[in-house]
């Protein structure tokens, strides 16, 4: 197993070390751990293209680990900052895009991640550590209020991508 797919695999294995630090009010070593998964993210890209490393467990786990990892703080925030249809609005635009990417890959066609959906998981991803400090400093109420700047603009950008995810590759569902 290549670095950027150790990486990878570094990043699940950190979702149980997130879990039991949330849930156990620990939301300062919940957000190291989830900074640290996030970097991962970062570098094993990287790595695998500098250096040629990409492999089809990295294609295929890379982007899976990301959503694990994101979505299973966001899940876990219910209801209290992220609400139940704010999760509802997520998983259903992650269940269509990953539709239309089955139905593209049954007829041979790869249909690369958009820049709107990259976007969305940097603002997901930024989005976490600031909701952590405000759970962990209630009465920083500037940081609160970045950390819901931060989840509704990654929630506008959730609902954009999907549409225009939908749009771009309307000829999938042709077939």
């Given at each position: 197993?290549?670095?950027?797919?150790?990486?990878?695999?570094?990043?699940?294995?950190?979702?149980?070390?997130?879990?039991?630090?949330?849930?156990?009010?620990?939301?300062?070593?919940?957000?190291?751990?989830?900074?640290?998964?996030?970097?991962?993210?970062?570098?094993?890209?990287?790595?695998?293209?500098?250096?040629?490393?990409?492999?089809?467990?990295?294609?295929?786990?890379?982007?899976?680990?990301?959503?694990?990892?994101?979505?299973?703080?966001?899940?876990?925030?219910?209801?209290?900052?992220?609400?139940?249809?704010?999760?509802?609005?997520?998983?259903a635009r992650e269940f269509?895009?990953?539709?239309?990417?089955?139905?593209?890959?049954?007829?041979?066609?790869?249909?690369?991640?958009?820049?709107?959906?990259?976007?969305?998981?940097?603002?997901?991803?930024?989005?976490v550590p600031f909701i952590?400090?405000?759970?962990?400093?209630?009465?920083?109420?500037?940081?609160?209020?970045?950390?819901?700047?931060?989840?509704?603009?990654?929630?506008?950008?959730?609902?954009?991508?999907?549409?225009?995810?939908v749009i771009k590759n309307?000829?999938?569902?042709?077939?």
């Amino acid at each position: 197993m290549n670095l950027p797919n150790k990486l990878t695999m570094l990043r699940i294995l950190l979702i149980p070390v997130y879990i039991w630090a949330f849930l156990t009010d620990r939301f300062m070593i919940a957000m190291a751990v989830f900074i640290i998964a996030s970097v991962t993210d970062t570098f094993d890209g990287m790595i695998a293209r500098k250096y040629n490393l990409v492999t089809n467990f990295g294609k295929i786990m890379d982007p899976l680990a990301d959503k694990i990892l994101v979505y299973t703080a966001f899940v876990l925030m219910v209801p209290n900052p992220v609400k139940g249809w704010m999760m509802v609005v997520i998983l259903a635009r992650e269940f269509t895009v990953s539709g239309i990417r089955t139905i593209a890959a049954a007829n041979g066609i790869v249909i690369a991640a958009g820049m709107s959906g990259k976007l969305k998981t940097v603002f997901q991803m930024f989005a976490v550590p600031f909701i952590l400090v405000s759970l962990a400093y209630p009465e920083a109420t500037v940081i609160g209020t970045i950390a819901m700047i931060l989840l509704y603009c990654s929630l506008v950008l959730t609902v954009y991508s999907g549409a225009e995810y939908v749009i771009k590759n309307r000829e999938v569902f042709k077939g």
